[in-house]
Structures are given as structure tokens and as C-alpha cells.
């Protein structure tokens, strides 16, 4: 089977069902033998918040936590490091589509946490709009990565999935 990937960049936002994507991205980095660059993005909330506020800490846990999670992956055997964008006013999407440029990601995954992904401001759509590289749009809860699927000669994607590539 040829490599379908060498990089897959995982955004995560740092909310509480991380540890069920970083699973899931995990495996799926196994499972193609690639790279896994992790970037988190901590937005800027202008006028800026007082550090005491709870927005910084719980920013600080999930940056803690996801270095913590790096350091585990690599010891399970997947190459994966972090990267960490500070200081981003406005939508993440911008410096998403510049890290995945920059470690010449060929996949971008995403989970969706609202029932609609795709609204006309989400993150999803503005990197539609900018990414070089295919957007994986995990949408619900992640499953267990079970790997393409063959039906009737045609390739399948895993149920949950949902794929997009930006239009040239």
C-alpha cells in the first residue's frame, strides 16, 4: 500500500474531548507510519484579560496537558511534536494554514464541536478557504480509527468522517 500521508497536523483548541482526538490522531499516524505536528493556538482577547483571569489558566492546563500528551505519543512510536501560536487575534485559521504550510502538512484534522462545522465564520471554512492540503473534518465523538475500508473494488470513508480539499 503506498503512504497516503508523511504529515498529519492535528488543531487542537483545547477543550476537555482533546484526549479523545489526540487518541484518534494518534492511531491514525500509526497506522500510516507519518509525522504528527500538533499546533494550539491561544488567541488573544483584546482588550487583554488580567493573567489572574480562569481564560489564562485553563489555557495553561491545556497546553500542560498537551505537551504531556506529545511526550507520550513519541514514546508509543509516533513521531509528534507541538507547536504552540501565542498571541493570535481573531480566527486561528490563518495560523493553522501557516504551520501546516511550514511542516508541509499533507492532512489537517479538525474536530467540530458544533452540530454545523461549516458556519460562515467557523475555523473550518476559513481553512476551506486558505489550506494548501486536504481539511478532516471529525465531527461527534471520535471512534477508534479502523482504516479505510474496500466495498466493491471502491474506497470507503470510516463512518463519523467527513472529508473536504479547498477548491484551487
Not at 127 to 143: D, F, I, N
Request: charged share 20%; aromatic share 4%; proline share 8%.
Amino acid at each position: 500500500m503506498p503512504k497516503l500521508f508523511n504529515t498529519i497536523l492535528w488543531a487542537s483548541d483545547g477543550r476537555a474531548d482533546d484526549h479523545r482526538v489526540v487518541h484518534y490522531v494518534g492511531e491514525l499516524c500509526d497506522h500510516y507510519c507519518c509525522e504528527l505536528r500538533i499546533v494550539h493556538v491561544v488567541q488573544t482577547i483584546l482588550p487583554e484579560p488580567m493573567p489572574q483571569l480562569e481564560l489564562h489558566e485553563r489555557e495553561e492546563r491545556a497546553i500542560a496537558w498537551l505537551k504531556a500528551r506529545t511526550r507520550a505519543l513519541r514514546l508509543e512510536g509516533v513521531d509528534a511534536s507541538l507547536h504552540v501560536i501565542r498571541g493570535v487575534v481573531g480566527s486561528p485559521a490563518p495560523a493553522i494554514a501557516e504551520v501546516a504550510e511550514a511542516v508541509a502538512a499533507d492532512l489537517i484534522v479538525l474536530h467540530a464541536h458544533a452540530p454545523r462545522p461549516f458556519d460562515s465564520i467557523g475555523t473550518a471554512v476559513r481553512l476551506l478557504a486558505t489550506s494548501a492540503c486536504p481539511l478532516l473534518v471529525l465531527g461527534g465523538e471520535p471512534k477508534t480509527f479502523q482504516g479505510p475500508r474496500e466495498t466493491d473494488g471502491q474506497w470507503t470513508a470510516v463512518p463519523s468522517i467527513a472529508a473536504r480539499h479547498p477548491v484551487a
